[in-house]
């Protein structure tokens, strides 16, 4: 992986490679000659040579290697995420929102789901650490079945209490009353990112988190060493890269939020370190129903300090 | 002492390096026993390592007309060796101190500092070791020598590595 990769704009490889139908959410064929055309254009030929090389059939991709490939990549990025204590994060995030949601008498089971959770790492996360109560369901969904099936056999092997569902997070039977989700953010633009906000708007969510990467000038060079020297897959490499080079500024993600979904009272956490100026890895969306919000906030404490807020 | 220490440093180094080559391969959550394999099993090739070197520089020093006046050079070489990677050592290990405090902060930031970096400019920490070690004594036998050590220390993930493509490490 070339230093260059920190130049790059366009869609990370793992958004070119795969394409569901989002109303059936059944997988659609992905011609390679269309993925390798669309890199040319956009003159990255590093996405180039690494999608040269996975199989096809007909001029297909080839469904099984992608998975491979994505499941391998996820594995890796769970690796960074467990250095950079990710689950841990989430949950001190969502501990005071979920007091505050019962202090507010939030009907149980408090129902978290987390979009696009991939192999489900924070989902199962938090169900091993059992921080959240009893009182607690957890849920991930994705559109991506290998994805997902990869995610329920680690969790079965730990025995551990949460579910996975091939879904579309705004439409399950049981809805959320927490969406969270992590590095998801950047994969949306402009009006699709506006889409995805204003689904939060529905009657029985009472707050979402979105961790994503914390867009700084440091932010590309600092992720592309990390994934040179923690990651082996190049599409991990080239992706985790371009994340950080695409992830949204925190004030037009705020902006975005605001007007998408304004029956929330919405802000952005983990903008500096320890009150300086230094960024963090990853910052946070977080939105929460005004009733529930002053207890949301006594419940932070003096952490919002520490955190760094842009409201 | 210095080869002793030389052998500590060695066997700490093959065993971060088996925890490298053992991490982003297995997404359970709980993961100790897999770490815990994956630490002894570098610790200990990294043992064939220190043996390979061990040999040959017994079977160079029994060879040798002045073995004596060898072994000195080769301390010296060893000696020069240290100040470079001790000083990486001990600021490796005070971080893994740091980090034992249980915030998500402090732990995130010693690897943006410290891990992340030092990982990165391992490979030429271990370069620059060699060349301010053999520049202590140049001959043909300790640049041969610390040719060999260079090369059974960066080349030991990949050993590492083999092996598990060949299935013979899981």
Redesign the interface.
């Known amino acids: 992986m070339s230093l260059s990769t920190i130049t790059r704009h366009g869609p990370e490889i793992s958004d070119a490679i795969v394409s569901f139908d989002p109303i059936t959410l059944q997988r659609k064929p992905v011609k390679k000659a269309d993925v390798l055309v669309q890199f040319k254009e956009l003159r990255n030929h590093e996405a180039v040579r690494i999608v040269e090389q996975m199989p096809e059939q007909d001029g297909v991709l080839d469904p099984a290697a992608v998975d491979k490939i994505l499941i391998t990549s996820?594995?890796?990025m769970?690796?960074?995420s467990e250095?950079?204590?990710h689950g841990?994060?989430v949950a001190?995030l969502l501990k005071p929102i979920l007091n505050a949601l019962r202090d507010g008498g939030v009907k149980n089971p408090i129902r978290i789901v987390d979009i696009g959770c991939g192999?489900g790492?924070v989902i199962?996360?938090l169900a091993?650490s059992g921080s959240l109560g009893d009182d607690v369901k957890l849920m991930g969904v994705d559109f991506n079945v290998a994805l997902l099936n990869?995610a329920q056999r680690?969790a079965t092997?730990?025995n551990?209490r949460c579910k996975f569902e091939v879904a579309n997070a705004f439409r399950l039977d049981e809805p959320a009353t927490v969406f969270i989700s992590t590095g998801i953010l950047h994969h949306f633009r402009d009006e699709d990112l506006s889409y995805l906000l204003q689904q939060h708007c529905r009657a029985e969510t009472c707050a979402f988190v979105h961790f994503d990467f914390h867009s700084s000038p440091m932010a590309p060079l600092?992720s592309w060493?990390?994934h040179?020297?923690?990651?082996?897959e190049p599409l991990a490499k080239h992706d985790g890269v371009l994340s950080a080079v695409r992830a949204h500024k925190s004030r037009y993600l705020l902006d975005v939020t605001r007007r998408a979904a304004p029956e929330f009272v919405s802000a952005i956490y983990g903008t500096r370190?320890?009150r300086m100026p230094i960024p963090?890895?990853f910052h946070s969306l977080v939105g929460i129903r005004p009733k529930y919000h002053e207890a949301f906030l006594r419940n932070m404490g003096t952490r919002i300090a520490?955190l760094g807020k842009i409201e | 002492m210095i080869p002793v220490f030389l052998w500590l440093l060695a066997t700490i180094d093959s065993a971060f390096i088996g925890y490298r080559e053992a991490a982003g391969r297995n997404a359970l959550i709980d993961k100790r026993a897999y770490y815990r394999h994956a630490l002894i099993r570098g610790a200990l090739v990294g043992q064939v390592a220190v043996l390979i070197v061990g040999v040959i520089t017994a079977i160079v020093l029994v060879n040798s007309d002045d073995a004596g006046a060898l072994f000195s050079k080769l301390e010296a070489v060893g000696a020069r060796m240290l100040t470079v990677y001790v000083p990486y050592a001990v600021i490796l290990l005070i971080t893994f101190l740091i980090r034992a405090v249980p915030s998500v902060d402090i732990r995130s930031i010693t690897s943006t500092v410290i891990f992340g970096p030092f990982t990165l400019i391992r490979p030429v920490v271990v370069l620059a070791g060699a060349v301010w070690g053999v520049v202590a004594a140049p001959s043909a036998i300790t640049i041969a020598l610390t040719v060999l050590i260079v090369c059974l220390m960066l080349g030991l993930g990949g050993a590492l590595s083999w092996l598990r493509s060949r299935g013979l490490i899981s």
């Open positions: 996820h594995c890796e769970q690796r960074m250095e950079f204590q841990k994060r001190e192999t790492f199962r996360w091993a990869e680690l092997i730990e551990l600092g060493l990390f040179a020297v923690r990651m082996r370190l320890w963090r890895v520490s």
